[in-house]
């Protein structure tokens, strides 16, 4: 049985604290740190004092591509009815490919202004991200959203807001694959120097296979259900171009000549 907790954290007065909003600000602060870690390497794009505002802009690719790809991949009748709600971030409703669309456009601008390629800008952040993804995955399962599939596994999980039925708790898949394992394979991999982009690309794929994967254990959003064959999900269809990008992105870079 989910622990049925309560999605807001803090009450103060007419002040209401999310879980979801702390897990962003705590996926912020391990996206600092990190990068502080990362930024005294030697062959480091950045300095330490730039990383404050690489997280800016970071945090303003996440939040408005986050939502704006959940309006358009998820939900646009809804919103296009209620273009209020789309304010409403601390109710949830982010998309990770409309967020990484946006953290793109961001480190591109960044990159640019510091006179760093935007490979060499997305390489160094791509091991600084999936902590979020955990934090975030996290901040899910305490909604009780983006809940799996019914199951008869013994790790099954009711979801008393939702119904009575055990399923999957696929926030928890990916928070351990798109969190904790591909953190530990970009940490690892990029622990030495790489062909400009084999990180990235390393992103890309993992991630994608990771979240392709999980898609088989998540129940498909309601307003679209599956989308193709009977059993193909919106979130297959849009990592699915993710996998073969990073897989070309790879081959691409080991054909460079070395800087």
Sequence with gaps: MHPNIDPVAIHIGPLS?????????????????????????????????????????????????????????????????????????????????GGLIGVLIAMWWFGRQRGASFLRTMDFVAPLTPPGFFI???????????????????????FPRLDNIPRHPSQLYEATLEGLVLFAILWVYSARPRATGRVSALFLIFYGLFRFVVEFFREPDRQIGFVAFGWLTKGHLLSIPMVLAGLFLYWWAGRQPSP
Aim: proline residues 4%.
């Design 17 to 97: 604290v999310h879980w979801y909003g702390i897990a962003y600000l705590v996926a912020f602060l391990l996206f600092w740190w990190l990068g502080i870690l990362r930024a005294r390497r030697p062959d480091s794009p950045f300095t330490q004092e730039e990383i404050g505002d690489l997280l800016f802009y970071g945090m303003w690719g996440v939040v408005l591509g986050g939502r704006i790809g959940y309006v358009l991949f998820y939900n646009l009748d809804f919103y296009l009815r209620n273009p209020v709600n789309i304010l409403y971030i601390w109710d949830g409703g982010m998309s990770f490919h």
């Design 136 to 158: 975030g995955r996290l901040a899910n399962f305490v909604n009780q959203e983006l809940w799996g599939r019914p199951t008869d596994v013994a790790w099954g999980v009711v």
